[in-house]
């Protein structure tokens, strides 16, 4: 698990039992800026903090600034967390699956042409509404709490020097408690990248995605009915040319 590894470091610390997000160093939540393959996520959680957003089975790595941050991140005052997806193979298929009391995922990658072309699909969704319709009380089995996540990426090679990637990440959250008010949260982004390597000493990155993260609250008692649905919409375009002049 992406965020309750890095709860073990020092300076880090959860919010609370049940809720999402971490802090560092007596910062707030809100000030940590999480990048999801560059792409910044607003909700890092599934289910009240019970899953990150993050499919552990296809994150290549990570990386937390704490201080110190590169200017290139921007944005927040407290810590950013950089989390990298791992690409497709591009000479073989794989599948992995696993089955939980709680929540089930399925990933998949392989190459579309080989050592060419890769693509890699993981989802994850959970099992809870299954077991809440077994409880005798009709308050409790007319509940719903649950989620879902989807990553999709594809990578192009389009020389040695030359890449290009596309990603895709959806997810969604849901929890009512019988008929009263239902809560819902929703993610979706997209992004394009070019990593182009110019020469020994000058290479190049370009990052355009779209972001859209949607809550809301829907009122559903009789003649006190009501839906609210704030959003927050990002889309950027980021360039980043580096120059080393020697190793050193």
């Not at 800026?33 to 599934?46: A, I, R, W």
């Amino acid at each position: 698990d992406v965020v309750r590894s890095i709860l073990a470091l020092p300076g880090v610390s959860t919010i609370g039992e049940g809720a999402s997000g971490f802090n560092v160093r007596g910062g707030n939540v809100d000030q940590n800026l999480v990048l999801f393959d560059g792409v910044p996520l607003y909700n890092t959680s599934h289910l009240f903090g019970f899953f990150t957003a993050f499919n552990s089975n296809i994150v290549s790595d990570l990386s937390l600034y704490k201080g110190g941050i590169p200017a290139n991140y921007g944005g927040r005052t407290s810590s950013v967390l950089d989390v990298r997806l791992k690409e497709g193979s591009y000479e073989k298929w794989n599948f992995q699956a696993g089955v939980g009391p709680l929540s089930s995922n399925v990933v998949i990658d392989g190459p579309l042409k080989k050592n060419k072309t890769s693509i890699l699909l993981g989802f994850r969704a959970s099992l809870s509404d299954f077991y809440l319709k077994y409880f005798p009380s009709p308050t409790v089995s007319k509940s719903k709490a649950n989620f879902f996540d989807l990553n999709l990426k594809i990578t192009h090679q389009v020389n040695a020097k030359n890449k290009l990637t596309f990603s895709y990440y959806q997810s969604g959250d849901q929890f009512k408690f019988g008929a009263d008010t239902s809560y819902f949260w929703k993610t979706q982004t997209a992004s394009f990248k070019f990593n182009s390597i110019i020469n020994d000493k000058l290479s190049n990155n370009l990052l355009i995605f779209n972001s859209n993260y949607q809550y809301g609250i829907e009122g559903n008692k009789e003649n006190l009915g009501f839906t609210w649905t704030p959003s927050i919409q990002q889309t950027s375009i980021k360039d980043e040319l580096t120059y080393e002049p020697s190793s050193q």
